[in-house]
Nanobody, 121 residues
Framework: QVQLVESGGGLVQAGGSLKLSCAAS????????MGWYRQGPGKQRELVAD???????NYGDFVKGRFTISRNNAKNTVYLQMTNLAPEDTAVYYC???????????????WGQGTQVTVDS
């Protein structure tokens, strides 16, 4: 199994910044993609950003240059630096990873437990 543990959520004022971290651990052979999704109140879960181990990134349209995703492949850790936060960014942020376990040949998708980000106006 692969476990994802997030940290860094919290309460911030509009215009502020937060940095989220997520570390993958367990029986890992490789982690192909690591990223972040979010789910706001009454909304569907949506992609915030993800990053392939080769450095390729994808961002949700709403990010608009405010967030930056980065990875430390050696530590199987992904980060999300969020700046210029707005109340509409309030959501539970979930770490997501596509990883291959040592005993497997195909990747599986894993989710963290989520970390709350609240932006106060």
């Amino acid at each position: 199994q692969v476990q994802l543990v997030e940290s860094g959520g919290g309460l911030v004022q509009a215009g502020g910044s937060l940095k989220l971290s997520c570390a993958a651990s367990g029986n890992i052979f490789t982690v192909n993609i690591m990223g972040w999704y979010r789910q706001g109140p009454g909304k569907q879960r949506e992609l915030v950003a993800d990053m392939h181990k080769d450095g390729t990134t994808n961002y949700g349209d709403f990010v608009k240059g405010r967030f930056t995703i980065s990875r430390n492949n050696a530590k199987n850790t992904v980060y999300l630096q969020m700046t210029n936060l707005a109340p509409e960014d309030t959501a539970v942020y979930y770490c997501n990873a596509n990883a291959i376990e040592i005993t497997d040949t195909m990747g599986s998708t894993y989710w963290g437990q989520g970390t709350q980000v609240t932006v106060d106006s």
